[in-house]
């Protein structure tokens, strides 16, 4: 079945850096819109970056200029990296494959932690 697989989630302190990576299985990964979301205790869960097949990408304006979503088509992945990371950046990260044909499922990570903390 489908899979995506996030890795990269950690402890980090104030100002860090972290790279996250998500890998997709099943799928044909250049038919679908790539994005990362996150949600923090007690609250809805939302858009952080996302990324076209063709390599457009739009972003949060929480992360504007310190976040940068890419993807590599060749290797099926996505990545998501965050610097200048702040407190507030503390979530759970989740990867989502959003299809391009509207017939398709949309698919979800099981999520990856991110903690920033000194």
Do not use: H
């Not at 504007?64 to 990260?93: H, W």
Request: aromatic share 10%; charged share 15%; glycine share 10%.
């Amino acid at each position: 079945q489908v899979q995506l697989v996030e890795s990269g989630g950690g402890l980090v302190q104030p100002g860090g850096s972290l790279r996250l990576s998500c890998v997709a299985s099943k799928i044909i990964f250049n038919t679908y819109t790539m994005g990362w979301y996150r949600q923090a205790p007690g609250k809805q869960r939302e858009l952080v970056a996302r990324v076209t097949s063709g390599g457009s990408s739009n972003y949060a304006d929480s992360v504007k200029g310190r976040f940068t979503i890419s993807r590599d088509n060749a290797k099926n992945t996505v990545y998501l990296q965050m610097n200048s990371l702040e407190p507030e950046d503390t979530a759970v990260y989740y990867c989502k494959a959003d299809p391009i044909y509207s017939t398709l499922s949309a698919y979800w990570g099981q999520g990856t932690q991110v903690t920033v903390s000194s």
